[in-house]
């Protein structure tokens, strides 16, 4: 009964690693590229989900200091790293388009397995 | 003193800003962009050697960046050890750098050379940034942009295989940064630091408390690293790779790539996760053993290859086992000998690629069986291959003995004598693929037939460079060594 409400009281924990894990899965199972790209991308936000929610505690605030100090505030510091995490994914999101373009362009489609198929006929 | 206080990030500044200014150069003033990375390069060289100087005198040297002590701001670590490998990582991207000059007009269209520049420099850049930095989310971030130049610099020859094996790298390298990440978050949930001093003292007394999040963190950063790094079953996307890429990027990428991540997995053992931990999970076995099945598995494929640069490059996966064998250990001994490894490596294996780029510079050819006779035509090329060769395998008198004499000194000292074996079974494996090539190059009767082209005077400087240090590697260990015993004495 503990576990299980531990689970409860932490469920945003649950969601990021059951979206880790659907996004890990999905990005080393599937064949179509755009497909794997989209699953790199729900692991990558699964992990800022995680880290953001890290930072908060029950019934705080946004770090915004005001007069009283009596107010208990969210950690800020996650926020501010993940925003560089999201940052990098972008990135690594765009370059991972540009080369299924590029891929395509030589072979008319992205999937993986398709791929394997045309050069095993060459 | 005025600056030079500033030197750990200004040897990482100084080569990102080359990379934003070298197309530019390229575009209005061409003449002048690849000195002004080879002068990037010799900059940061000289200010990595300073900082060893000014380490070896003064202690452990740290930087805050933009003056926010941590545990909140970025900092910078400079001790002996990865004074180093950064010595290391950026004398050995200058060698290849001064090789590349030549090579890179054979291999990609001149428009892209300026972007190449870039690239390479990032890459440089960002691997600095890895051996410094002190703080784990950084680490992340450099391991980001160092996973995506990396990849870039295979995929800018734009044909069909190097864009397919670069997409395969950079979702596996996805894969491990999001594990990354996701250790990261674990070790932050569990104490609240990032930086890695803090946590050690930190992880003592969260183990108590949160046992199973630093468990998950660790399993979570063995897999991180060792896809990265290329731990054998996790080995999968470095053939593709490093064979298709041109062969200056190959030279780096399986010359230093691969061994920043396992010193970063090092830095992880010895310097974030404490004894306690270490002695709680049997990680070091776990990396000992996948390091043993490695180095065979490497060997034993590499055999199997008939692609000059893809039997490289399965051999890199045996040689990388030996670095993660020294981690594994746990002797000053190992330690030694695995640090030793990564300069031996790096130089060896980046002057195989030299010689395989060479060879496919002046004649064109890739494939291993018709190699034959080719010692006659291209005696220096081929002489560069013999010593490189003899160092993989341990030969005396070549720098790959020294490091696996430590290793299997320090298998004795830890009463464990059945990695000995594996080192000299592996030696062996590595004798049975790269010793015929040479034999048929330099003995076989027939004739070379294919029309062979002039090697430039560069590649050839650039080889007998490569061949002078791996000699100067086996006889004269002792600086290096003696700078490796005093930084390993460090953790033990």
């Known amino acids: 009964m503990e576990t299980l409400q531990g689970i409860i009281d932490n469920y945003y924990y649950m969601v990021a690693i059951i979206l880790f894990v ?5 990005m080393l199972t599937h064949s179509n590229m755009i497909k794997k790209v989209i699953a790199m991308n729900i692991m990558d936000a699964s992990v800022f989900l995680m880290f953001v929610a890290v930072g908060y505690a029950h019934g705080s605030q946004a770090p915004i200091i005001r007069d009283n100090a009596e107010i208990l505030y969210a950690n800020p510091l996650p926020g501010a790293l993940i925003l560089t995490g999201i940052v990098v994914a972008v990135s690594v999101t765009a370059y991972a388009l540009s080369l299924i373009v590029k891929i395509y362009r030589y072979y008319d489609t992205c999937d993986y397995d398709e791929i394997c198929d045309i050069r095993s006929q060459e | 003193m005025g600056f030079t206080v500033h030197f750990p990030v200004l040897i990482v500044v100084v080569m990102f800003f080359t990379a934003f200014i070298s197309p530019l150069l390229y575009r209005w003033a061409r003449k002048l962009a690849a000195p002004a990375v080879l002068s990037a390069l010799v900059a940061a060289l000289v200010m990595a050697a300073a900082l060893l100087i000014q380490v070896q005198q003064t202690g452990t040297y740290y930087y805050h960046m933009g003056g926010w002590p941590p545990p909140w701001g970025i900092e910078f670590k400079a001790d002996p050890l990865r004074l ?20 890179l007009g054979h291999e990609l269209k ?40 990396a990849c870039a610099i295979i995929s800018i020859k734009e044909d069909r ?16 940064t999001g594990c990354f990440l996701l250790g990261v978050v674990m070790l932050y949930m569990a104490t609240g630091y990032l930086n890695y001093g803090y946590l050690y003292q930190a992880l003592v007394e969260a183990f108590n408390f949160y046992p199973l999040n630093i468990f998950t963190a660790a399993a979570l950063f063995i897999v991180a690293f060792g896809t990265k790094a290329a731990l054998f079953p996790l080995h999968v996307w470095l053939p593709d790779a490093h064979a298709s890429a041109p062969s200056p990027s190959s030279a780096m990428l399986s010359g230093l790539v691969i061994k920043i991540y396992a010193f970063a997995l090092f830095l992880m053992f010895y ?23 490695g180095s065979m598995f490497g060997s034993i494929y590499a055999m199997l290859q008939t692609d000059l640069k893809k039997m490289l490059a399965y051999s890199s996966i045996g040689q990388i086992a030996y670095i993660f064998m020294g981690i594994g250990f746990h002797h000053s001994l190992a330690l030694v000998g695995g640090f030793y490894h990564i300069m031996v490596h790096a130089v060896t294996k980046a002057m195989l690629f030299m010689v395989a780029g060479v060879i496919i510079y002046s004649t064109g050819v890739r494939k291993i069986d018709q190699l034959a006779g080719i010692g006659r035509v291209l005696p220096v090329t081929m002489v560069a291959f013999t010593i490189g060769s003899a160092s993989m395998v341990g030969i005396p008198g070549t720098g790959g003995l020294i490091s696996k004499w430590y290793l299997a000194l320090s298998a004795l000292e830890i009463g464990r004598p059945i990695f000995v074996l594996v080192i000299l079974a592996s030696s062996l494996l590595n004798a049975i693929y790269y010793m015929p090539i040479v034999i048929n190059a330099f003995m076989h009767q027939d004739e070379f037939k294919k029309e062979v082209k002039p090697v430039p005077p560069v590649m050839q400087f650039c080889m007998v460079v490569g061949m002078v240090f791996i000699i100067i590697f086996g006889f004269f260990s002792k600086p290096v060594v003696t700078l490796l015993e005093q930084a390993a004495a460090l953790f033990f």
């Open chain 2, 271 to 293: 310097e974030v996760f404490p004894r306690v931990v270490l002695e709680a999970i049997p990680l070091s076995e776990i990396v000992l053993w996948l390091a043993a099945l």
């Open chain 1, 22 to 26: 659907i996004g890990m899965y999905t």
């Open chain 2, 110 to 149: 001149t428009r892209v050379i300026g972007w190449y520049y870039t690239l390479y420099s990032v890459l440089v850049g960002s691997m600095a940034g890895i051996v410094l930095t002190n703080d784990l989310f950084n680490l992340f971030v450099l391991m980001e942009i160092c996973a995506i130049s």
């Open chain 2, 84 to 103: 180093y490998i950064l010595l290391v990582v950026i004398s050995v991207s200058l060698w290849i750098f001064i090789y590349a000059l030549r090579d």
């Open chain 2, 161 to 176: 295989e190097c864009l397919e094996a670069s997409f395969k790298y950079l979702i596996l390298s996805a894969m491990g």
